[in-house]
């Protein structure tokens, strides 16, 4: 096995997440011939504590708190962005730059103008790269995935997505610093458009193909909150809230909302897609299970009947998509499990196995439905996505 040493830039949630997954994904894929190594981990020096404590909780080797020294060192081979969004680019424009492989978390860039340089830049590098949506890699939407490409759904009419939560409905929670930095519209680019709806719009594309033209509503509930670094009111110009209707290339129509509003709603993810012969659910509150209403067989010969109704099919089989690589059928994984299955697809890929997606022309495609999605709220009308 060759070892492949990583620098993890950022030590947050997502730092956690991916970090876990380095140190998982051997165990569970045993025969990719590589193993990550934690080799270092930045994060800012006003951060040293939490950097710290972050190296010691994953077995990182060393720290580091300056993210450029981390990128350039030459026995670094995967630099891993986990950091907040308005850093994206310069890491991975300077990880291109070093020739290093890249892994870099949602959404990829602030911007398309960004999301173009930055895939400029790896692209004349030439390095491998995986942009992290990591609910692709849940089994139950990989199934989901793999129902419609069998063709068990037929035309496709809707696609339906939710994606809400509440986190913010009180106007004591503050904006920006280490933990609110969503909310700060400096380094998170957009709201729920950017931070959840950019999950929807992956899967959609993904499973039903490139969304052609958006019409969009967003809301900004609290309008000022207090800064969690200066203690400041400061006006709050990221989306709340949003709502847009879709066009898909494909002759289907979607519609998308997600907020930090949704009294109730921690990270409820809903995607639904209704076709001629038949329909797919999930929901992410039960995130082992798939729901499929069958009206006709693949050759379109028509199976309901009297007793048809939605199938609730738990994926926990060993046909399941990723499901060999753990436990027995009917037992479980989790949230972190999303994260080890893309690690593993990503090293797949560059053991010479099948191409490892969303890599980053993926997620330029995502910043385009973003950014028209928020153009179109600005602008009240429809946007075309070119
Ligand atoms: C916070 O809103 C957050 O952590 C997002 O940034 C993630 O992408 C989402 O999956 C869960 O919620």
């Known amino acids: ?156 009419f809707h696609y339906r997505a939710l994606y809400l939560q509440d986190y913010t409905i009180s106007q004591k929670v503050p904006a920006g610093g280490a933990s609110l930095w969503r909310l700060d519209a400096k380094v998170a680019g957009s709201g729920v458009t950017g931070d959840l709806l950019a999950h929807s719009i992956d899967a959609a594309e993904w499973i039903n193909g490139p969304i052609k033209r958006v019409c969009a509503k967003t809301e900004i509930f609290i309008k000022e909150r207090k800064n969690a670094e200066t203690g400041e009111m400061v006006p709050i110009t990221i989306d709340d809230a949003c709502m847009f209707l879709a066009v898909f290339e494909n002759g289907s129509i979607g519609t998308f909302e997600s907020s930090r509003y949704a009294r109730g709603r921690k990270n409820f993810q809903t995607m639904e897609l209704n076709g001629e012969k038949g329909a797919v659910y999930f929901n992410l509150e039960e995130p082992e299970y798939i729901q499929f209403f069958r009206y006709a067989d693949p050759s379109g010969q028509k199976i309901e009947d009297h007793l048809t109704g939605w199938q609730k099919i738990l994926v926990t089989n060993s046909e399941h998509p990723y499901m060999s690589h753990y436990w027995v059928p009917g037992t479980m994984i989790g949230y972190e499990h999303y994260f080890i299955n893309q690690l593993a697809d990503f090293l797949a890929g560059i053991s010479g196995g099948p191409e490892c997606h969303p890599d980053v022309h993926d997620a330029l495609r995502v910043q385009k439905v973003c950014d028209a999605v928020i153009r179109s709220a600005k602008e009240e009308k429809w946007i075309e996505i070119l």
Not at 74 to 82: K, L
Not at 142 to 153: A, H, P, T
């Open 1 to 156: 096995m060759k070892t492949l040493n990583v620098g993890m830039l950022g030590c947050g949630f997502m730092g956690r997440t991916h970090s876990n997954a380095y140190n998982q994904v051997s165990h569970f894929f045993p025969d990719l011939p590589f193993k990550p190594v934690l080799k270092c981990c930045y994060g800012r020096p006003e951060d040293i504590e939490t950097l710290k404590k972050f190296q010691k909780a994953w077995g990182y080797e060393e720290i580091e708190t300056d993210w450029r020294k981390l990128i350039t060192r030459p026995d670094i081979d995967i630099v891993d962005v986990v950091a907040p969004n308005f850093l994206h680019k310069d890491m991975v424009i300077e990880a291109a730059g070093a020739g290093k492989m890249i892994i870099c978390e949602k959404p990829f860039a602030m911007s398309v103008a960004e999301a173009e340089e930055m895939v400029d830049a790896v692209e004349k590098a030439g390095v491998a790269n995986m942009v992290s949506f990591c609910y692709r890699r849940n089994p139950a939407v990989s199934l989901f995935k793999q129902i419609v490409d069998e063709g068990r759904i037929g035309q496709p």
